[in-house]
């Protein structure tokens, strides 16, 4: 079946320092691929995404590439803030299948210290 | 500004006690999931609906049952409430489409249930 491997956690990094957390993922077909936050005591939001090979998902300075050829996704960043303290979930999604529901990796907390 | 609700953010209650979660969404998506999230921050799929009247089971077995009567609608019921149903339920809805989905899920804030 399909599944989601991520990075344990914590990853403990001082601002401004680079961020990189590894995702890699198990799955037949083209699934689209995700990565979501979640702030301390709320529900998931979706950071980014990409739906094929070489695509690459952005935002608020946060990139991941789909890259078909090591089945991976991971995430990066630049510059890490305070505020980006959370933790982060990589997951996909399959349309060939009839129940088309996501699959979780089991999240990576990150705390970024000042 | 939130498009998926969820009520209560949280709920400490005594065992045995019935118990209902509620989620509605503003969006009009036809798709509708409960996931049930761990202290180790794990999520497991429980339940998910496709649309009215259509509802399955997720790949965590679970004790609750929900029901779909309306579109926007997708509450989770607890009939007997125990201290291992302790947990952070989350509900998602996202958008429908036969083809590769660009979209993920939109989340409601969860609602954190204490069985005591």
């Not at chain 2, 498009?3 to 998506?29: A, F, N, W």
């Not at chain 2, 409960?34 to 497991?44: A, F, K, V």
């Not at chain 2, 998910?48 to 965590?60: A, F, I, R």
């Not at chain 2, 939109?106 to 069985?115: E, H, P």
Request: net charge negative; aromatic share 12%.
């Amino acid at each position: 079946g399909d599944s989601v491997t991520q990075m344990e956690g914590p990853v403990t990094l001082s601002e401004e320092a680079f961020l990189t957390i590894n995702c890699t993922y198990t799955a037949t077909g083209y699934p689209s691929l995700f990565w979501y936050v979640q702030y301390p005591g709320e529900g998931l939001q979706l950071l980014l995404k990409a739906t094929k090979a070489d695509d690459k998902g952005s935002n608020k300075g946060f990139e991941a590439t789909y890259r078909k050829e090591t089945t991976s996704f991971h995430l990066e960043k630049g510059s890490v803030q305070v505020s980006d303290s959370a933790v982060y979930f990589c997951a996909l999604r399959r349309w060939d299948t009839g129940r088309r529901a996501l699959t979780f990796g089991s999240g990576t907390r990150l705390q970024v210290q000042p | 500004e939130a498009d998926i609700y969820q009520t209560p953010r949280y709920l400490v209650i005594g065992t045995g006690k019935k118990i209902t979660l509620e989620c509605s969404q503003t969006m009009g998506h036809d798709k509708m999931y409960w996931y049930q999230q761990d202290p180790g921050m794990e999520l497991h799929l429980i339940h998910y609906s496709y649309g009215v009247n259509s509802t399955e089971k997720g790949d965590l077995s679970s004790e609750s049952t929900v029901s779909r009567i309306r579109t926007e609608h997708f509450p989770l019921t607890l009939e007997s409430a125990r201290p291992s149903h302790t947990s952070q339920y989350l509900c998602a809805s996202s958008e429908s489409g036969s083809g590769p989905s660009n979209y993920g899920y939109t989340f409601g804030s969860g609602t954190r249930l204490t069985v005591v």
